[in-house]
């Protein structure tokens, strides 16, 4: 019994060291295919595409700091971009496919797979496919190009797979931020209600306070207490929307726009900057809160739904 045990533990120790210097030996290739996937400084990605086979593509663009385009158009989610970046960094190979399941895993990537695409100052760093979850859903399948075999990815420590991460959709790219102001940047507010003329409103600052004025046409401020004004504007630090509108009908969207809005805000900042949002009403659907819900609204200028809570455009 007890040589048993020595002979199966003298096994055992020759397969660690076997594993250990099959995968560490620096002329392995799957040990440099083991560490291609990740990139170490995601500090220098300064680019990054992304594409599916529905058609989708996703040029992300670094522009400053914490500021990254959707294909050269609009601000990207940077919630999104630090956890692609997060993922891109971590990233790790639990294994190779095995032999038996190589040729359905490749005919997936190939089919269904998104591509990404990791630059820096000019230079591609990666390229590789990611497809979908092995069968536990704890691991990713993903081929490097130009390498000789696809893999399962990880992240150690994470349970679940990393396919929804990389999305080649632009729509979900875009940032959802509307505009934002930070504490004293704004100069003026504007709401004009046009289904109730008399709720019309302006606030304006006046050196190191605001005043407010009960109505669009008022030459003299109404008394308010300046902690509500302040209270009231602080609404404005962070406006966003939900969704945008895909499923509105275009002919419906294109009437709709030749009516008058409900609702018209206008926001300029200290620096000379304006924003303006035309707000509508929007069909009522299974989404809409009550038959008549005033709160869900249609902003026509960025074509967006449930841009914003009414709250912040009636009068103080």
Not at 68 to 91: E, V
Not at 158 to 182: C, H, K, M, V
Request: glycine content about 6%; hydrophobic content about 35%.
């Amino acid at each position: 019994m007890n040589k048993n045990r020595i002979l199966l533990l003298i096994v055992v120790l020759l397969l660690s060291v076997t594993g250990y210097y099959y995968f560490n030996n620096s002329d392995s290739t799957i040990k440099k295919e083991l560490r291609d996937f990740a990139v170490a400084d995601t500090s220098s990605i300064d680019k990054m595409f992304l594409a599916d086979k529905k058609g989708n593509k996703a040029l992300l663009e670094r522009k400053g700091p914490a500021l990254w385009t959707i294909n050269g158009k609009y601000p990207a989610r940077q919630d999104a971009i630090n956890f692609l970046l997060k993922t891109i960094k971590q990233i790790e190979v639990r294994s190779p496919v095995g032999k038996a399941a190589l040729q359905n895993v490749l005919k997936e990537l190939s089919s269904t797979g998104t591509k990404i695409e990791i630059y820096s100052k000019g230079d591609k760093l990666k390229t590789y496919y990611v497809g979908g979850p092995t069968q536990d859903m704890l691991g990713t399948f993903m081929y490097l190009e130009n390498s000789t075999v696809p893999f399962v990815i990880h992240i150690p420590g994470f349970n679940g797979y990393l396919t929804p991460r990389y999305f080649a959709s632009a729509d979900e790219w875009r940032s959802r931020i509307i505009f934002q102001y930070g504490e004293g940047q704004i100069a003026s507010v504007m709401v004009q209600n046009n289904q109730h003329p008399d709720e019309s409103f302006r606030i304006k600052k006046d050196d190191d306070h605001y005043v407010y004025y009960s109505s669009l046409t008022a030459t003299a401020p109404a008394e308010i207490f300046q902690s509500q004004l302040v209270a009231y504007l602080a609404k404005y630090q962070l406006i966003g929307f939900e969704r945008p509108t895909y499923d509105l009908d275009v002919a419906y969207r294109d009437s709709l726009l030749k009516t008058e809005p409900i609702r018209i805000l206008e926001v300029e900042g200290v620096d000379g900057k304006k924003d303006k949002i035309e707000m509508y009403l929007k069909p009522v659907d299974t989404g809409t809160m009550t038959s008549v819900d005033e709160r869900t609204v249609f902003c026509a200028n960025l074509t967006l739904t449930e841009c914003m809570p009414l709250g912040i455009t009636t009068p103080i």
